[in-house]
């Protein structure tokens, strides 16, 4: 997060969003700054619905947006500074990539001239030079999803909305667009990226808003996150040559909470006290001749967080 | 970033800019979605018909006046209808709808960029297509009924605007099957109330326009609420573009204001 921010460019304030009877999104309260951010959540979280109020395509049922300074609800103005990138494979088929990427230019009040050019330079710089001129329906998926993420650059906005941008990227498609994102925030944009799949938001930012069932659950740094969880235990894998002879030692001590063998050569030890822990188990390991290869913290990844902040709320209450 | 602070060199595009990029952009998916094609194939068959006809002694002004309430009050609002899956429909069916209110502009500016993109091309199509029926009837006698033939090109163009309208606002009204919706609309409204003997005539839009071309004959022999309305040209076309506006508007309005589904952007 930017140190210059002084205002948050997002503040939902207490913004829910009903379809009928159906909760899209309940009571958000979050500030992003500058920067990248990370959506996350499975899928029907209301991810989508969060970013589509955001830009202004819902008005809030109930709590109020603010974007860059203003309200977004029918403020048009406001557009202009804002980029979107939908999670759908929509697209204007029939036209070549640099038409479609030149007329999203233009709509934002570029003229003719102005409008081409940067769409070309949005373009290259998405990697699709060599493929501007081909009706965009030719397009691999890979490729729909970097014009789709051309059209939301193409008019330098301060804040860009990207949904499951990573979706259909093959693997060089995927390093250009995680650059893309993280080449946006260094330069002090706000970008948020929604995904469902933690690694893909850690490869971008440490900075998360989870969010499921509507609501958010966490929002900040995944650190801080880790923090907010201390009453779920702590895992730490133990990789090593036998773990059976170390895990009957180590549940005699009352700092391990739970015992788990994810693989043969692996150990997974769930603690509510890893001071006490951390120290124990190379002890235990020295007395009983149990070589150890690898001491981790799954907790560090992003899976864990989401995992543990989500289990109790629903039994297909996980991503992935 | 401080928030609030506009770092982009754009200004907001004008509505005029914004209806003709929508126009143009339109024309264009039309053009390549080989739309025109199909509608140029549908109005090649009245010139068709009218050369059989004069080959069968059948021709001339008779035909000819045959022929133009069939184009105004069925082959117009069937061509516009084709074109309303093009309005605000395509843009939702395709989920292209997003990109376009994502931007600054006025969101009444589609359904009006898409009328003004349909109706030129449809005005032009229709009106070479009345002028060779004209030239196919009427045979070694054209130059007779030219009076007819302006009168008949002004009603396909009121046609061509009205139903345009109406072709916008079902496709902003139904995004799925606004073709259905339309043609249900007019045989049922506008084709069964010209059938019904009586005052109701005025309501539909199809009896106004036959009265443009001057082919409107009103029974008035009857009385009270079975006998026909006498209708001035100039209130025929008065009407028309009242409830073409009146359309155009509630497109417009509605497109505005309405949330599109979810699943819709």
């Known amino acids: 997060m930017s140190a210059a921010s002084t205002t948050p460019a997002v503040v939902c304030d207490h913004v829910s969003k009903w379809y009928g009877r159906i909760v899209g999104v309940n009571d958000i309260n979050a500030n992003i700054n500058a920067g990248v951010t990370g959506l996350l959540g499975p899928n029907g979280a209301g991810k989508s619905t969060l970013l589509r109020l955001l830009r202004g395509a819902l008005r809030p049922s109930k709590g109020k947006v603010t974007v860059l300074g203003e309200g977004i609800w029918g403020n048009r103005a406001l557009l202009a500074r804002i980029g979107h990138c939908p999670e759908h494979d929509g697209v204007y088929g029939d036209l070549s990539g640099l038409e479609f990427v030149t007329v999203m230019a233009r709509l934002s009040g570029m003229d003719a001239a102005s409008a081409e050019k940067r769409a070309g330079e949005a373009l290259d710089r998405l990697g699709l030079a060599d493929a501007r001129h081909r009706p965009v329906g030719q397009y691999s998926k890979g490729m729909r999803q970097r014009v789709k993420l051309a059209q939301a650059i193409v008019h330098d906005p301060e804040l860009l909305l990207f949904d499951e941008p990573l979706t259909g990227c093959d693997p060089v498609a995927r390093a250009a667009v995680v650059k893309l994102i993280r080449d946006l925030g260094r330069a002090g944009k706000t970008v948020i990226v929604s995904s469902h799949i933690l690694h893909e938001v850690e490869s971008m930012t440490e900075e998360i808003l989870l969010i499921y069932k509507g609501q958010v659950l966490a929002e900040g740094n995944v650190y801080r996150i880790r923090e907010m969880i201390d009453e779920h235990p702590h895992q730490i894998r133990v990789d090593c040559d036998n773990p059976r002879a170390l895990a009957s030692e180590a549940v005699r001590d009352g700092s391990v909470h739970a015992l788990s063998f994810p693989a043969d050569d692996a150990l997974l030890i769930e603690t509510r006290d890893p001071d006490s822990c951390y120290p124990l188990l190379p002890r235990l390991a020295l007395e009983h001749g149990v070589k150890i290869r690898a001491l981790t913290s799954p907790d560090n990844n992003l899976q864990a967080v989401f995992d543990y902040l989500t289990r109790d709320r629903g039994p297909k209450g996980v991503a992935q | ?265």
């Not at chain 2, 074109?83 to 069916?93: F, G, I, K, L, Y």
């Open chain 2, 1 to 265: 970033m401080a928030a609030g602070k506009q770092t982009t060199a754009t200004r907001l595009p004008s509505a005029g800019s914004v209806v003709a990029l929508i126009a143009a952009l339109s024309l264009k998916r039309a053009r390549r979605a080989n739309l025109y094609k199909v509608l140029i194939g549908v109005l090649c068959v009245p010139p068709l018909a009218g050369l059989l006809a004069l080959l069968s002694d059948r021709g001339g002004l008779v035909f000819f006046d045959i022929v133009v309430p069939v184009y105004v009050r069925y082959l117009v609002p069937t061509l516009m209808a084709l074109q309303a899956a093009n309005s605000v429909a395509d843009e939702v069916q395709g989920k292209t709808l997003g990109y376009l209110f994502a931007r600054p502009i006025a969101r009444w500016a589609l359904p009006a960029g898409k009328y003004v993109g349909m109706l030129g091309v449809s005005i032009v199509l229709c009106a070479a297509s009345v002028v060779l029926v004209y030239l196919a009837c009427m045979g070694s006698q054209v130059g007779g009924g030219f009076g007819a033939l302006g009168r008949s090109l002004a009603a396909i163009t009121l046609a061509c605007v009205h139903f345009g309208a109406v072709a916008v606002a079902f496709g902003a009204f139904v995004v799925t099957y606004p073709f259905v919706a339309m043609l249900l609309y007019v045989l049922l409204v506008d084709v069964a109330l010209g059938l019904i003997p009586g005052g109701l005539k005025v309501v539909s839009m199809g009896i106004h326009l036959v009265n443009v071309a001057g082919l409107y004959q009103p029974v008035t022999q009857k009385l009270g609420w079975s006998a026909d309305p006498q209708l001035g040209v100039g209130l025929s076309v008065g009407i028309v573009l009242g409830v073409t506006l009146a359309w155009l508007v509630i497109a417009m309005a509605f497109t505005q204001s309405h949330e599109y589904r979810v699943s819709d952007q």
